[in-house]
């Protein structure tokens, strides 16, 4: 009953009204148009696709990984001062940006003579849910819903997640770039997920904090698109280049 309460309050029939813009808005926050363009109609669909990093769990984790933590290291093992290296890793990271090897801790490893995978561990205090996420997941679990994690996660980043979250319990199917061997930037991941997970892209409502990847999904014909408004929730909201974003994943319902 109180999930069932929660959908009702998030679902818009409590409104307040801002004096200066003489306009309803719901308690999320959004305009009514917003709102509009955020809630699916789950009529039409009938697989959810979800991305991991920064749409289901805070990206917080990930950007104090590889823009604090690492840059600390690799001036610690091979000298210099900790901005040199992050410079050194920006290029790096522009180089490799929509490929497979940006997303493998085994490539970076490699590449920069440090183990990644254990250092993961020391900050895995900050890995958490992204706000309304298990309640929502929950729910469409319950109305049929198929949730399909689809991530270009490596699969021990995936792996350490799993277990400090328990993510699978609210999932149906998980997927990684890395099974597929492309990234969901490149049109072959889609192709190749067929194979994994047959869905209707017209009935499809897929989830994703990286523009270029929400752009490849659109290419690929995937009807349902939403962004996120604040992928990392100590940092600014970001421009999702006109697709239509969330905040709260109880929005969707």
Not at 11 to 39: A, H, M, N
Not at 169 to 193: C, I, N, S
Not at 208 to 229: F, P, Q, T, W
Request: net charge negative; charged share 25%; hydrophobic share 40%.
């Amino acid at each position: 009953m109180r999930q069932l309460e929660l959908v009702c309050q998030r679902g818009g029939l409590s409104f307040c009204y801002d004096c200066r813009q003489k306009q309803f808005f719901p308690e999320s926050g959004l305009s009514l148009s917003e709102t509009s363009q955020v809630t699916a109609d789950w009529s039409q669909i009938d697989t959810l696709l979800l991305d991991m990093d920064g749409t289901l769990l805070d990206l917080h984790f990930d950007n104090q990984f590889f823009l604090e933590l690492l840059p600390d290291r690799m001036a610690q093992k091979h000298g210099g001062t900790k901005q040199q290296a992050k410079s050194k890793l920006q290029q790096l990271y522009h180089e490799l940006n929509g490929t497979l090897d940006w997303y493998c801790l085994d490539y970076w490893s490699r590449r920069l003579d440090i183990d990644l995978i254990p250092m993961k561990q020391e900050l895995k205090h900050l890995i958490g849910f992204r706000p309304g996420v298990e309640q929502c997941l929950k729910i469409l679990g319950d109305k049929g819903i198929r949730r399909v994690l689809v991530t270009n996660a490596h699969p021990a980043s995936l792996e350490l997640k799993l277990d400090v979250t328990n993510l699978d319990d609210y999932l149906d199917l998980m997927v990684t770039a890395h099974q597929l061997g492309h990234p969901k930037e490149q049109q072959d991941f889609w192709h190749k997920l067929q194979y994994v997970e047959a869905f209707d892209p017209q009935r499809t409502l897929f989830i994703d904090d990286n523009i270029a990847v929400l752009k490849s999904a659109e290419l690929y014909g995937i009807k349902h698109l939403r962004a996120i408004r604040q992928p990392d929730s100590q940092r600014e909201q970001v421009n999702t280049a006109g697709f239509a974003a969330i905040d709260d994943f109880m929005d969707l319902l």
